[in-house]
């Protein structure tokens, strides 16, 4: 495991370069040249001191030795050119492994800066290794800050969701592993890791905690090795497969070289990693791979891509080929699972057609639609992973479709840890579905069709009768376990569903959107006629005006443009408006959102323009407007496009071919009469919720007084939280702990290392934690309060921790009138004149606050309680009476 000392002087390397290298790319090749030339140098000591001579540093490259660098009698300069001369001439040098000269294959000091070169130097010389392991730890932890690469449009996979896909193929020692696009080597060293794990003596599978499993770690955190595992099954012979067996490609050097640096520091000695343009050379077009897993650049390069003609799908698309290869490479029993952008999903492109019809029809067994959030922050692309077995695909008709919307962190910015983790429960599901799927209801028919469904229900039923099983390979069994993977799907149906390959060929598209499929089985269960859009609606494509046609002056039409528009139910107040009339929605239209995220629906509130990102639908007299929008509304998860390869959109003949259960008239209205009733709830108990604010009126007759006779200041920590990350450590709250209401809420808060020699504030029941710079005006000043009695809690610098005297404030009535004074603007007299707006302590000292007896502070306190316990009661109504509409909707549907 990393231990935060190592982790911290990996942090100073950077923050030293950053000044002269400002790209982490370059601040990583820097430090991996200088973390492998400290290593060799830490290799040769430990050898003289066994005995033994110098290896690396011999002979003529004697002079290049770590401590020569530090010689008392150079100067900086000379520091410099002998260290820039080291690394490069490494690459000449005989004494050193081939694999050792590649890593210092063309490395030179870009900068010329003695000063910061003496610096870093001095940092990497606090690096002891005592075994490479613990350099392939550090090096990980390296390589975690390098999200993007480049221009390819390649993003560096997360680690809980490599290790996820390792386990989903579940590669063994026998087996070859090949990343057609590798990167640094992440599912190399997975795979590597995976078998060795599996072939260990201290492998405990009932007690380990895998990283897609691990709660309250950060993703920087789950990029730490963990457990070391002993492989002590494996025979010495095995071993020198298992590391043959395991290669990669990848088209740029510097990633072949942080590929081969990142594979040796984690055992494997011999690491085969190739520069190699997997979609343009046909060199190594005929070998094959058991286990393929990647994730591919999702973009082309400008110009487009100039492939040769072996791929079965001809394309110059790179997320095309990439899948076309990995599908072709596998061997008679191969397995993979491929990160893949969304185009690949759902585009109506030729090439994507005959991609999916291909995969479908030989490769594919599995989709997993990931949330849109995992390789944030990075980017937000929605992904997904195809899963390949060239063996199970031959023994099921069904395509198994998984909808992951959570895997085990927040998905803004921070990446978050939040409990619900849907990921172990998926790996369970894969895990029985593919034991289960090659006896499913094709084998029944197809190799055993002789006895009729009927006669083989009953024949299992007869087993069962006299307390027997079925014969292993007997009709019965099949059908036996047929219905078991019938109940596995209903078990785990809000994660999954099967689908007959049949049904996705229909159309001719072979789409890959789980959800468009399980829409369809809706119209299964109802019990009324179910019509395309286009019968009942007019759908009207929004196009967006001339840039120099909007205003702000209310001078022709409102303009509205998405989603971000929509309110809860109708669509805001404009924002702008424009002169140019394109597209007109009227009131009472209803507006879909047609580009990411497609689906969400709103009323038009009056005439209006639509942008681009709308589509208004405009009931005819065969369905009821309200009805409708509710009907919609319903399926706005389950709607998907087929459009951008960047991001989801959906067309006006797509919208039009959504399919809808249509009661009769006189039924909607009814239906629309008991849902309006319950709307009417809804919009009372949400004008409550809304608008209702804590309020105490201010007495002429107290005494006003400054609030530092009344109140202790308490500091928060200074440290920048995710550089000091320690799970066993003391928990931070952070602004992000505070809700807009001034709640103070445990979820995602994480743990820190304190700092040594700083005087450490802990927090006490009844202390106060107030915003004072947060980066909005509007949020400065948010108060809560702490009234936590368990654990020890710290706070962070952006916080001001605020301690009432017993005898002047009860806690929770000072609560109350910070949180007011913010509400009713009162702050901004204080606040610095910028764009964020700040709040020190100085100008919290001299605010006025009214000095009221404790009776009546408690008795104003018990007052607002009440107001406040009637507020939630509202806010459970909304959420009783939403969940009406709802079933109520549902019913049409037959649910």
Same mark, same amino acid.
């Given at each position: 495991m990393l231990d935060t000392t190592t982790k911290k002087r990996i942090d100073d390397c950077r923050d030293i370069l950053v000044g002269k290298l400002p790209d982490? *790319?370059?601040?990583?090749?820097q430090i991996t040249i200088a973390l492998i030339y400290k290593f060799m140098d830490d290799m040769d000591k430990e050898t003289i001191e066994l005995g033994g001579k110098a290896k690396f540093f011999s002979g003529k490259y004697a002079k290049y030795a770590w401590d020569k660098l530090f010689d008392s009698k150079l100067q900086s300069h000379d520091m410099l050119k002998l260290y820039a001369d080291a690394i490069e001439s490494m690459e000449l040098n005989p004494n050193i492994p081939q694999l050792f000269r590649d890593i210092f294959k063309n490395a030179y000091l870009p900068y010329r800066d003695p000063e910061t070169l003496k610096m870093f130097l001095k940092t990497i010389s606090g690096f002891e290794y005592s075994h490479s392991e613990k350099l392939g730890d550090a090096f990980e932890y390296l390589l975690s800050v390098m999200g993007s690469q480049g221009d390819a449009g390649q993003f560096r996979t997360p680690r809980h969701i490599i290790d996820f896909m390792v386990e989903i193929v579940k590669p063994q020692k026998h087996e070859t592993v090949l990343d057609p696009a590798c990167g640094t080597s992440g599912f190399l060293i997975a795979s590597y890791k995976h078998v060795i794990k599996n072939n260990s003596s201290n492998y405990k599978p009932e007690q380990e905690t895998k990283t897609?499993?691990?709660?309250?770690?950060?993703?920087?955190?789950?990029?730490?090795?963990?457990?070391?595992?002993?492989?002590?099954k494996l025979t010495p012979d095995d071993r020198k497969k298992l590391g043959n067996n395991i290669k990669g490609y990848d088209i740029s050097p510097d990633m072949v070289r942080m590929s081969l640096v990142n594979m040796y520091l984690h055992g494997i000695q011999d690491p085969h990693i190739d520069e190699y343009d997997t979609l343009t050379s046909e060199e190594r077009w005929n070998e094959q791979a058991d286990i393929i897993l990647a994730n591919p650049p999702f973009m082309s390069p400008k110009g487009g891509i100039r492939p040769h003609k072996r791929f079965s799908v001809q394309s110059n698309r790179s997320e095309v080929l990439f899948v076309n290869y990995i599908a072709e490479h596998l061997s008679v029993k191969g397995r993979a699972a491929v990160i893949v952008p969304e185009g690949i999903i759902f585009q109506s492109g030729k090439a994507y057609k005959e991609l999916r019809k291909m995969l479908v029809e030989n490769y594919l067994w599995g989709v997993i639609s990931l949330p849109a959030g995992v390789f944030n922050p990075y980017s937000g692309v929605k992904t997904s992973i195809l899963l390949m077995d060239k063996e199970l695909v031959k023994k099921t008709d069904k395509l198994l479709f998984v909808k992951v919307e959570n895997d085990g962190f927040a998905l803004g910015a921070q990446r978050k840890p939040i409990g619900g983790s849907q990921l172990p429960e998926t790996i369970q599901l894969l895990e029985q579905y593919t034991q289960l799927a090659s006896h499913s209801e094709r084998g029944i028919h197809s190799e055993r069709g002789i006895h009729s469904e009927r006669s083989i229900h009953s024949?299992?039923?007869?087993?069962?009768?006299?307390?027997?099983?079925?014969?292993?390979?007997?009709?019965?069994?099949?059908?036996?376990?047929?219905?078991?993977?019938?109940?596995?799907?209903? *078990?785990?149906?809000?994660?999954?569903?099967?689908?007959?390959k049949e049904k996705i060929a229909e159309s001719g598209e072979y789409n890959l959107s789980g959800e468009r499929y399980r829409v369809s089985d809706f119209f299964e269960k109802s019990n009324f006629p179910i019509v395309e859009l286009s019968e009942i609606a007019e759908v009207i494509s929004g196009q967006s005006p001339k840039g120099e046609f909007y205003n702000t002056e209310k001078k022709g039409l409102p303009f509205y443009q998405g989603k971000t528009e929509f309110t809860d139910r109708y669509i805001g107040p404009p924002v702008k408006?424009?002169?140019?009339?394109?597209?007109?929605?009227?009131?009472?239209?209803?507006?879909?959102?047609?580009?990411?995220?497609?689906?969400?629906?709103?009323?038009?509130?009056?005439?209006?323009?639509?942008?681009?990102?709308?589509?208004?639908?405009?009931?005819?007299?065969?369905?009821?407007?309200?009805?409708?929008?509710?009907?919609?509304?319903?399926?706005?998860?389950?709607?998907?496009?087929?459009?951008?390869?960047?991001?989801?959109?959906?067309?006006? *003949?797509?919208i039009e071919q959504i399919k809808i259960p249509l009661p009769p008239l006189e039924v909607q209205k009814e239906i629309v009469a008991e849902i309006e009733s319950y709307q009417k709830i809804i919009d009372g108990a949400r004008m409550v919720v809304e608008n209702y604010k804590p309020q105490i009126k201010i007495d002429p007759e107290w005494e006003m007084v400054k609030l530092e006779n009344s109140i202790d200041f308490v500091s928060g920590l200074t440290l920048s939280i995710s550089k000091n990350i320690d799970p066993n450590g003391v928990p931070i709250i952070s602004m992000n702990s505070i809700k807009e209401s001034g709640e103070l809420v445990k979820e995602g808060i994480r743990k820190i290392k304190l700092p040594e020699k700083k005087t450490i504030h802990f927090l006490k029941k009844g202390d106060l934690l107030f915003n004072w710079r947060n980066g909005s005006q509007h949020l400065v000043g948010k108060t809560a309060i702490f009234d936590w009695e368990e654990d020890t809690y710290v706070f962070a610098s952006f916080l001001l921790g605020i301690r009432p005297h017993d005898d002047k404030y009860r806690p929770k009535f000072l609560w109350y009138l910070l949180n007011q004074y913010r509400l009713d603007g009162l702050y901004k007299q204080f606040m610095r004149q910028n764009i964020n707006g700040l709040f020190n302590r100085e100008e919290l000292k001299i605010l006025k606050m009214p000095l009221v007896p404790l009776e009546t502070q408690d008795d104003i306190i018990k007052s607002l309680d009440r107001q406040g316990e009637l507020v939630n009661a509202n806010k459970q109504l909304i959420e009783i009476f939403e969940q009406k509409i709802k079933d109520k909707i549902n019913e049409v549907w037959g649910e």
């Open positions: 982490p *790319k370059a601040q990583i090749e897609f499993e691990t709660k309250n770690k950060s993703v920087e955190e789950l990029t730490l090795n963990g457990t070391r595992y002993k492989g002590d024949e299992l039923a007869s087993h069962y009768e006299q307390g027997s099983h079925p014969e292993p390979g007997s009709h019965s069994e099949l059908v036996s376990e047929s219905l078991i993977l019938t109940q596995l799907l209903e *078990k785990h149906q809000s994660l999954a569903h099967a689908v007959d408006w424009t002169t140019q009339i394109t597209k007109e929605a009227d009131k009472g239209d209803i507006l879909m959102s047609v580009r990411a995220p497609v689906g969400p629906v709103n009323f038009a509130t009056d005439h209006c323009c639509i942008g681009r990102g709308l589509a208004a639908i405009r009931a005819n007299s065969k369905v009821d407007k309200i009805f409708l929008f509710h009907i919609l509304k319903s399926l706005e998860k389950d709607i998907v496009g087929g459009g951008g390869s960047v991001f989801d959109s959906i067309s006006r *003949k797509q």
